[in-house]
């Protein structure tokens, strides 16, 4: 495809303030990749459509949905994950197709570490999960053939195991959202106007204001992410949740010399009991610098406000020590770092539901660095609840009635995810 790319979307244009008192089919709270997918969908529906974004620009680097790049995989443990996988992968595609420019980057995935239990899952089970539905792997049941297909590698514990899915990418976010934003010409985009739900009857209209007016609307999306509860509080329903502040570093690298993959490392756990899980990017073009995180963070709050955005020089200095001993030809000083924040709910896994009580209103947040790569499903996902107050997928796993999600439930450890 890339010989045949033209030229990728500009980021959207953002509307004019309606006057206040306008009327809506859907009015989406919220501005990051679900948020402006749900935007597309209701449009491609028919649906006049206002979106509110706290901040001031879509995906902002301030929320969840910021930055250039993140992973998609369907190397997963559960089956139905999986399969959800496969089918945003489809999406994706037909996107691609229609537009005539590359979103994800086609590579291959290397998942590799110890073969035990991990937070984010065993390698093992997922190697079974792949074979049973019969998804293309390839199983590695000791470093050396990773070593030999990958020289990037410098070297790796001698019980260490690996999984490789070649039908993985990167997914060129800027290029995703302007994307979802031009197929959305029946959507008033608007920035800086942190929204609040200030008329909730169930059934609708439910009403929303912000900086710019109070508008009405008989579809509600609430796509919060860090913000959750405080978009709640209205509904008087509160979520688990915790937000996790996660350090990124830009790491430069022999990008001449080696070529570099896209990686996750299964680490065991460090002498503090906490696991060692890495990822990296392979360089975007033309930049000889990987994008390398801990799937771990000290910083962990309770309201976005207490978020610092200043990158922790502790896992700056674990990602340093890591590289060092596990790439050929990488730096261990970052040339620069980035945060970016993870919603955790209670067990780690996402939220995508009706809100109880409420029909017309449906909600994704707990993203956990999970979400990203379910995008334009989740999109159509969250524009049929809010609308039929059903979907034609499975999305019980991800119910928002599932024991310890609400506030108040007993709180149960929350997983890390895979950006």
Same mark, same amino acid.
């Given at each position: 495809?890339?010989?045949?790319?033209?030229?990728?979307?500009?980021?959207?244009?953002?509307?004019?303030?309606?006057?206040?008192?306008?009327?809506?089919?859907?009015?989406?709270?919220?501005?990051?990749?679900?948020?402006?997918?749900?935007?597309y969908q209701a449009s491609a529906r028919g649906l006049n459509?206002?979106?509110?974004?706290?901040?001031?620009?879509?995906?902002?680097?301030?929320?969840?949905?910021? !930055?250039?790049?993140?992973? #998609?995989?369907?190397?997963?443990?559960?089956?139905?994950?999986?399969?959800?996988?496969?089918?945003?992968?489809?999406?994706?595609?037909? &996107?691609?197709?229609?537009?005539?420019?590359?979103?994800?980057?086609?590579?291959? *995935?290397?998942?590799?570490?110890?073969?035990?239990?991990?937070?984010? +899952?065993?390698?093992?089970?997922?190697?079974?999960?792949?074979?049973?539905?019969?998804?293309?792997?390839?199983?590695?049941?000791?470093?050396?053939?990773?070593?030999?297909?990958?020289?990037?590698?410098?070297?790796?514990?001698?019980?260490?195991?690996?999984?490789?899915?070649?039908?993985?990418?990167?997914?060129?976010?800027?290029?995703?959202?302007?994307? #979802?934003?031009?197929?959305?010409? +029946?959507?008033?985009?608007?920035?800086?106007?942190?929204?609040?739900?200030?008329?909730?009857?169930?059934?609708?209209?439910?009403?929303?204001?912000?900086?710019?007016?109070?508008?009405?609307?008989?579809?509600?999306?609430?796509?919060?992410?860090?913000?959750?509860?405080?978009?709640?509080?209205?509904?008087?329903?509160?979520?688990?949740?915790?937000?996790?502040?996660?350090? &990124?570093?830009?790491?430069?690298?022999?990008?001449?010399?080696?070529?570099?993959?896209?990686?996750?490392?299964?680490?065991?756990?460090?002498?503090?009991?906490?696991?060692?899980?890495?990822? !990296?990017?392979?360089?975007?073009?033309?930049?000889?610098?990987?994008?390398?995180?801990?799937?771990?963070?000290?910083?962990?709050?309770?309201?976005?406000?207490?978020?610092?955005?200043?990158?922790?020089?502790?896992?700056?200095?674990?990602?340093?020590?890591?590289?060092?001993?596990?790439?050929?030809?990488?730096?261990?000083?970052?040339?620069?770092?980035?945060?970016?924040?993870?919603?955790?709910?209670?067990? +780690?896994?996402?939220?995508?539901?009706?809100?109880? !009580?409420?029909?017309?209103?449906?909600?994704?947040?707990?993203?956990?660095?999970? !979400?990203?790569?379910?995008?334009? *499903?989740?999109?159509? &996902? *969250?524009?049929?609840?809010?609308?039929?107050?059903?979907?034609?997928?499975?999305?019980?796993?991800?119910?928002?009635?599932?024991?310890?999600?609400?506030?108040?439930?007993?709180?149960?450890?929350?997983?890390?995810?895979?950006?």
């Open positions: 495809m890339a010989s045949t790319l033209i030229s990728k979307p500009q980021p959207p244009k953002l509307g004019t303030p309606p006057a206040s008192g306008a009327s809506f089919d859907v009015i989406i709270i919220g501005g990051g990749t679900m948020a402006v997918a749900a935007a459509t206002l979106l509110l974004e706290q901040f001031s620009t879509i995906c902002s680097d301030r929320a969840s949905s910021g !930055g250039t790049s993140r992973m #998609f995989r369907i190397m997963y443990a559960p089956a139905h994950m999986v399969q959800l996988a496969e089918i945003a992968l489809a999406m994706w595609r037909e &996107i691609e197709v229609q537009q005539g420019y590359e979103i994800l980057r086609t590579q291959p *995935l290397v998942f590799y570490g110890a073969a035990e239990q991990s937070v984010e +899952g065993n390698i093992g089970q997922m190697k079974e999960v792949l074979a049973q539905l019969g998804v293309p792997h390839t199983w590695y049941p000791d470093p050396s053939g990773l070593l030999q297909q990958y020289p990037a590698f410098q070297t790796m514990p001698s019980d260490y195991i690996g999984l490789v899915q070649a039908n993985s990418a990167v997914i060129e976010v800027p290029a995703s959202y302007a994307t #979802f934003a031009v197929w959305a010409p +029946g959507c008033t985009f608007l920035s800086n106007q942190p929204a609040t739900v200030t008329g909730s009857s169930p059934g609708g209209p439910y009403q929303v204001t912000c900086p710019a007016g109070t508008y009405s609307a008989t579809h509600l999306i609430l796509c919060p992410g860090a913000w959750t509860n405080s978009v709640l509080a209205p509904f008087n329903f509160q979520l688990n949740l915790k937000i996790w502040q996660m350090t &990124i570093g830009y790491f430069q690298a022999a990008v001449g010399q080696y070529q570099y993959p896209l990686w996750y490392e299964f680490g065991p756990p460090g002498p503090n009991g906490q696991q060692q899980l890495f990822y !990296g990017f392979p360089p975007e073009e033309g930049s000889s610098l990987l994008k390398i995180s801990a799937d771990f963070t000290n910083n962990i709050y309770t309201d976005p406000s207490q978020c610092t955005y200043q990158p922790d020089p502790q896992i700056l200095a674990s990602l340093g020590k890591f590289v060092q001993q596990r790439f050929n030809g990488v730096l261990p000083i970052p040339m620069t770092s980035s945060t970016c924040l993870y919603t955790m709910s209670a067990d +780690g896994e996402m939220i995508l539901d009706n809100l109880p !009580g409420y029909q017309n209103v449906s909600i994704f947040t707990g993203g956990s660095g999970r !979400g990203f790569k379910f995008t334009p *499903l989740f999109g159509r &996902i *969250l524009v049929d609840l809010a609308t039929k107050g059903k979907t034609y997928y499975d999305i019980s796993p991800f119910s928002i009635n599932r024991h310890g999600i609400r506030a108040g439930d007993p709180p149960r450890r929350a997983r890390a995810g895979v950006v």
